[in-house]
């Protein structure tokens, strides 16, 4: 077993050079970095494990060490992966740090048995052969392990602050994963001297987050990284389960990664898939979303959560938003993590919304509608707020859709026909049937609440 630092993965410190390091610099952190620099160079062949109570122990090689190492990575530490989740699930202080990790582990474990299952026909239909995939697993590694890396303070409950590009669109923290990867950790990618065996550059690692034509064959994987049954989909949501402490997220992952494999097409490349054997695995992994995102991430509670930081965000942010993920502005987004806001928070920034997470006098939930309202639901809900007027105070959407049918259905492999491909929602009629979730939450403020549920019983009642 290699030896984990205490400053990366939590375990015991490695011994090399202690004593010549300290005198380099008496900051602890620049310390920990510097040493770790000299340690990986002295040994490119050292391999690291970190505890993980989702999956075990994660396995690292020493370039991904020194990657993961560098301060834009480490910034994910302080990088809530759900944000005030722990205002209701008081266990969810978890952090996009680890979710990193385990995102890469579940890739990898995908990747290889996709090359048990299918290497043949990759062989044949794409010309890989045994250097081509070592190289893309490394490249998979990496893109899993740096997908998240450019996310902001709370991770997606602020990111409607993000500034716009100059054709109107907001920039997405995939733009910032983009940007921070290009620039921040390419010399770690590129320098380490295990790369004289990939010759990676982080163009390619980019490429393949960002798909497209510049992913040229490698495409084909980046499915696992972003698609309707990708590793950061089953990844978080065991480990958001787990840190909250409910069973929704749960679902069968070993089956899922034995099943997926290689799906060929008359005239087009292979796609991304399962064999027949998975398909109700691949059901639960729907399923699993649908009931974590109307249990915890779409809960009353954590939603109201969500508005006061982003309305607190936008006093504490100068001008009102992040700054983008271009030049000189990169740096200054890096430096916005959640103990940074917190320290803001608590030295009484934020304005009322500030007062409100500081005190945990949040916004109470006093209407909403089904999860999939009818014309009559929407109507409804019209009258209500007419009635309430000005005492609602926020309104959110759920807007979400469990599954996308048409050409990202998840295509299955027939165990009976040779090459017969159809899509998931063809097999399962639980899959077929989800409808999206279009809920709407009204919110009044805590003083409000009697008031407003007697107008909202005047208006249910008549």
Known sequence: MGGVSEGVGGGGAEESGEGDMKK??????????VRLCCVSMANPHKTYE????????????????????????QRL??????????????????????????????????????LRNSEDLLKSELAYNEAGFERDRQLVRFAALLHDVGHAPFSHAAEELFPERSTGERYVHEDYSVAIIESELRSAIEEHPLNSNYNLQSAEITALIKGGSSARKTVFWRDLVTSQMDADRMDYLLRDSYHAGVQYGKFDLHRLINTIT??????KDPRLGISEGGIHAAEGLVLARYFMFTQVYFHKTRVAYDVHLRTAMKKLLPGGHFPSPVGKDLAEFLKWE?????GLLNAGGGGEHGDR????????RVFHTPE???????EQLQKVKAKLESIVVAEEHAEKSWYKTGPLDIPVLSDIGKNMVSPLSKHSSVVASMKPN????LYVKPEDVSKAKQIVNEVLNK
């Open 438 to 441: 279009n809920q709407v939450f």
């Open 372 to 378: 999939s309202p009818t014309a009559d639901d929407v």
């Open 50 to 73: 970190i505890r993980c109570p989702v999956h075990g122990f994660i396995r690292l090689n020493d370039w991904e060490w020194e990657v993961i190492s560098q301060p834009a990575f």
């Open 338 to 342: 959640d103990w940074k806001v917190l």
């Open 77 to 114: 530490r302080r990088i809530r992966q759900l944000a005030w989740t722990d205002y209701v699930y008081p266990g969810a202080m978890h952090t996009r740090f680890e979710h990193s990790l385990g995102v890469m582990h579940t890739a990898t474990l995908l990747y290889d048995s996709i």
């Open 357 to 364: 997470i500081r005190l945990r006098n949040h916004y109470r």
């Open 24 to 33: 380099v610099s008496k900051d602890a952190g620049l310390f920990l970095f």
């Open 262 to 267: 290689a799906i060929p097409f008359q005239d």
